[in-house]
């Protein structure tokens, strides 16, 4: 019965939300031809998608489930239409993209979902020395995921055509040779706009839940890793392509990537508290209710920090990172890999060793990043690995022998560099 009535009660507290949603269906419905778009198929668009939001509204104030899930996807949908169409107003893009964040945010994520409760207690797994799903924990990872927002936004608009030029502080044209090149080319729409898609959702994903969202919303921290973790992942490819295929850099591009790598190693605690919980389930066999609908598994205990949010500079400072320690030999691999990967600049060498040391050094630096957190720190060991393959690579690569042994010490020391795992300072069950 007490569970009844808090339902009822955050029900009845979550439909204000759905008066804002049901003013954007209007605003899209009503305003398109205000804003000057010109484009028929952005104008059918936008008001389609207005008339669904505004239905949408209607169903959910009447305790409708599914009506958030398709505004939701109505959200998303409006921040792919202006590249499908390959928008000509940056206007309509504007709109388009400002719009559907602002939908899935008071469609989805600041209500809540009916019928799940998702309660401020029982925040720490059971082992754990602390929350891998609080505020402060979440912190970085959204602004992180906003300056890539930015950063890819910059470029899709280079790519639409709406601004002629686009400012590299160190490559000079290296962003623009990069956005316009065959491997751009090759998507159907603006690959640096479905980096900013990427990116808005990551950061919305990371707003929704509270704090013990790893235990009662488990389908969402696993739908936030794999667009963390994968897409990060195929931004690090990215950026190994960018000197292999195009012969050039973008720091822009290489700005995103950093972001979603740090996004990645954040994120990595609370992916590692999920599974622990739904192979827990597995075996006792209510996976499926679980990962839906969350559970409140035995040895769970309050984190005492929720009480005194926000904290003290200090504490949030600490509280951030916890569960990743920056140890300085991580640190001295995670430049080593960034030697390896501007050693052709530096000594003057291309062919095939250039490749090498170009996505090899790429690797170093995942694997040294990722391992610094505690949950990752075996990571480190296929340093082992990259480091041999380029020791042996310098061997038939033809550069001149101070080069080969530069490189050669440089991979040793990266061998050196991986071996100790450090003093982990938190525990993890």
């Not at 269906?25 to 305003?31: D, E, I, K, M, R």
């Not at 994520?109 to 797994?125: L, N, S």
Request: aromatic letters at 14%; hydrophobic letters at 50%; one cysteine or more.
């Amino acid at each position: 019965m007490l569970k009844k009535n808090l339902l009822a009660k955050e029900e009845h507290h979550r439909r204000w939300f759905f008066f804002v949603t049901l003013f954007l269906g209007f605003w899209l419905l009503f305003t398109v031809d205000m804003l000057g778009i010109s484009q028929n198929e952005i104008l059918y668009s936008d008001r389609i998608c207005g008339l669904i939001v505004i239905l949408g509204s209607f169903f959910a104030l009447r305790g409708g489930f599914i009506s958030p899930w398709i505004m939701t996807f109505t959200g998303v949908y409006l921040q792919l239409a202006p590249m499908l169409f390959w928008a000509k107003d940056p206007q309509s893009y504007l709109n388009d993209t400002v719009s559907g964040i602002l939908i899935i945010l008071f469609a989805l994520i600041f209500p809540g979902i009916k019928g799940v409760m998702d309660e401020d207690k029982g925040q720490i797994p059971k082992g754990w020395s602390y929350n891998p799903s609080s505020w402060v924990q979440r912190f970085p990872i959204l602004v992180f995921g906003t300056i890539g927002w930015f950063a890819a936004r910059l470029m899709c608009a280079y790519q639409l055509g709406y601004i002629d030029y686009i400012w590299d502080p160190f490559f000079v044209d290296g962003t623009e040779k990069v956005i316009t090149s065959n491997v751009s080319k090759a998507f159907p729409i603006p690959d640096a706009g479905l980096g900013a898609l990427a990116y808005s959702l990551e950061v919305l994903l990371g707003l929704k839940g509270r704090t013990a969202r790893w235990r009662t919303m488990p389908w969402l921290v696993v739908g936030f890793s794999f667009l963390v973790v994968p897409l990060g992942l195929v931004s690090i490819v990215l950026v190994i392509l960018q000197p292999l295929i195009v012969g050039a850099w973008c720091s822009l591009c290489l700005l995103a990537a950093f972001c979603m790598l740090l996004m990645c190693m954040l994120t990595l605690d609370e992916v590692v508290a999920v599974s622990q919980l739904l192979i827990t389930a597995y075996k006792e066999g209510h996976f499926v209710r679980t990962f839906f609908k969350g559970t409140y598994p035995d040895g769970v205990s309050d984190d005492p920090g929720c009480d005194k949010f926000p904290p003290s500079l200090k504490e949030f400072m600490v509280e951030m990172v916890r569960g990743v320690t920056f140890q300085p030999y991580l640190i001295g691999a995670t430049a080593l890999g960034i030697f390896f990967m501007f050693s052709p600049f530096l000594f003057k060498f291309v062919g095939t060793m250039s490749d090498f040391a170009h996505t090899f050094g790429a690797l170093i630096v995942v694997v040294s990043i990722l391992s610094m957190a505690e949950v990752a720190r075996q990571l480190r060991k296929l340093n082992y690995v990259l480091s041999l393959v380029l020791a042996v690579a310098t061997f038939w690569s033809g550069i001149d022998l101070i080069t080969m042994g530069l490189l050669i010490l440089a991979c040793i020391g990266l061998v050196v560099l991986s071996v100790p795992e450090g003093k982990l300072q938190e525990s993890y069950n």
